[in-house]
């Protein structure tokens, strides 16, 4: 079945089943590595992009229910040589070790800056609660997502 | 400084194309990986300079290294360590790793030692080809290598500014054409801490810009052309024999290309990815037999009762049964690790090309040259025609399934005779990871009158946490004819203390589960035994726990750390338990000491809340030093050592593998919970940079010490020992009563 997407600010036409979870989508037919499959039940938050704004767990989203919103992936927030002010304060605090969380944990962090532009520390973690990071990143991970509201009050 | 170019020019210059650049921003540019592309013939052996090291025409320094970077900044050292050693600056050095067609064999990395012996021959590499270009540089010039200098990779004649010539001129594009021992005894030296520029500096990670926008190449993103996807099924049982499976039960899946059996290893083939899930999850096999495991409460028991395979007395030191005997007191106490899981973010993933007798993978192996032997035994195909190729995996903290898929991924394509891509679902992950064993460790200690300890006796069950070694693939085991693993390790380590009469010994027990490393084995167990043990017999003395470790602690950088964290705590000198308050939630501090190998050491003071009511423990705080010889990234450091904590307090409170008769059921991350962000405690960490130590490895050290420091605190809150991790809240509260 012929399904249309809007990912990172493309439209995008797929031939899938439609019950196929839109991580396989964006990961195999749209070549999107940066959400990652972590663990197939939205327990783990590697696999989580945008939907309109809001974190979504691609692992267990229907690619038809998919189709109504922007969805934005980890490449879709900035790129290498222009990242975004988030991915830059990630880098700056060198807030990764394998980086495999990493993706879940900046869509998740950028979805809650949106909304709360100047968190204290242990709304921070709260917010991050549903990611998990296993090599034990966290607290560069909070400051990191602390210097990108800074970044983003001063801007 | 650019960081990522280097990575992506390593990647590039192996065999992957880049195609489908798109200028639009958000659609990443996609890797395709061929194994047409031949390798740049080039030496592999050890033996060869040109192994280990060419300078490209541009100047550029390629480095190629067996060792691999399992996401903790290797690569980013290693270009350090590689920089200062050959002169030239960090940004030209590119690091090529884990390739068996280009890489010297440097056997496993594992056990810390990446910074250690996986650095040494690329040093050695980089200071021969060094003193070769000097020497080249001197004949060029017709002056003696003592009048040169090098900056940047340009070699002057000191005082002359006409004589000056680049590495790139020097030998750029071509072979040195030198043999290279690897000793540095015969003339060769290495630069001393004085000569290091980069070394000691936070260099930032080359891979952090890559990984957090979406274009770092892990395993998981890899793609051939014909590739198709893998799943596979495990048997309920351990030991349980494939009596048939219905294929018709799949016959409605599209895209299936394939059901593979060979013995007991099934698996599924499809087009898609999903569709291969599908296949594995709707596929019905019929399974007879299999071993019944203990029942989970008796787990203990069990290891203690399994059959003895080898008793391994690590330490014997004067005569610990006469010195018991003629103690004034004896101490005694029983402590328990359970089994607990690497339990990886993403599950091991591998993609392998088996085809007219050849065989290419793609793996997170963390020992591509031992894989590569067990593949090509398991696959009956010459060890010639195997190339594994080492991509990035998620982050392991000792070895895990990797090789695992790796050998799930090879069988199905050479089944099905196209390249196949294998993920292992999250339950295959928690389900049949190899996972660190579990220990029950008698202690006892004799005391004279004064309260002294005169005699100290460790005994420690366990099975190996090598039984999941390459060769003892999951794979491998089901489709039949792999070799048994003989190789014990994890036994207990003894520690640094002095206790004049002192016996360790560790029971070596037939296996519960297919084990392996995980972070610190055999230490981590130990340690929270005897760290705890320690505080019991101080607590019965009402003595400080600092001051009643120091009379045993004899060891100069043992002292250090230990001083380091204490004073960095402002620890308060008294006995445990301290002052309840009879609080709903009470608070304590607890230390404990802990060390890795002969050279590192660390000391843990934590802060914990216990909540009586709930029974849940809370760290507030802690505080850790740290040495672990020549710091040669102090912020890659921190974040190891903070990494290595924070896994540390998780595996203490949270984790433990349950499992009924049959199987293990901590398959997801809710019956198997982790730390999670809002668990997270602030840490203090101090690193004691010992300049005149050569440099070691740190992922291990600062998680051995974690368990007793936590476990000594909840003591000092609640006056109560926990003495079988981990400390869950149903757990401590039943031991609170």
Redesign the interface.
Known sequence: MRIQLR????AATVD??PS??LL?VL??D?????P??????A??G?CTVLSGGNPIRSCVTPVSAARTKEIL????????PH?HPI?QA??DE??????????GV?LTAKAFLDKNPDPTDEQ???A???????????????RAVKRAAQHRAKA | MKPINRREFARKGRDALLIGFSLHRGIAPAIVWGQTAAPTAKPVIPEELDSWLSVGRDGKVTVYTGRIDMGTGVETAFGQLISDELDVPFESVKIVMGDTELTPDQGKSTASSNASLGAQPLRIAAAEARRILLKMAADRFSASVDELEVTDGIVRVRGVSSKRISYAELIGGRRFRARLDQKTEGGLRLKGPGELRLVGQSVPRVDVPAKVTASFPYVHNVRVPLMLHGRVIRPPKIGSSLAGFDESSVSGVAGLVKVVRKGNFLGVVAEREEQAIEAARLLKAEWTGGRTLPDYQDLHQAVRGAKLIKTDVVSNSGNVDSALASAAKILDATYTYPVQLHAMLGPSCAVADVRDGRATIWSGSQWIQGDRGNLAKMLGIPLESVRIIWVEASGSYGRLGCDDAAADAALLSQAAGRPVRVQWMRHDEHGWEPMSPAMTMDLRAGLDAQGHITAFDFQQWSQSHSRGESGNSVAWRLAGGNPDWERLSGGPYPPSYEFGNQRMSGHFVEELFRSIYLRAPGRIQGNFAIESFLDEVAAGQQADPVAFRRQYLKDAMALQVLDAAVEQARWQSRPSPGPNAGQPVVSGRGISFGEHGPEKRATIVADVQVDRTSGRVRVSKIVIAAACGRIINPRGLRHQVQGAVLQGISRTLFEAVKFDRSHVTSLDWRSYPVLTFPDVPDIETVLVDQRNVESQGAGELATVPVAAALGNAIFDATGVRLRQVPFMPERVKSALG
């Open positions: 990912v990172n600010g493309r899938v089943d196929t979870p396989y990961r195999n749209l070549r999107l590595d940066g990652k499959f972590g663990c197939g039940l327990q783990c590697a992936t980890l490449e879709g927030l900035g790129t290498l990242p991915q990630f880098i060198q807030a990764a070790q394998c980086g495999y969380c990493i993706s900046i921070i973690r709260r991050l609660a549903g990611v998990l990071c296993r090599c034990g990143t966290h607290l560069e991970i909070i």
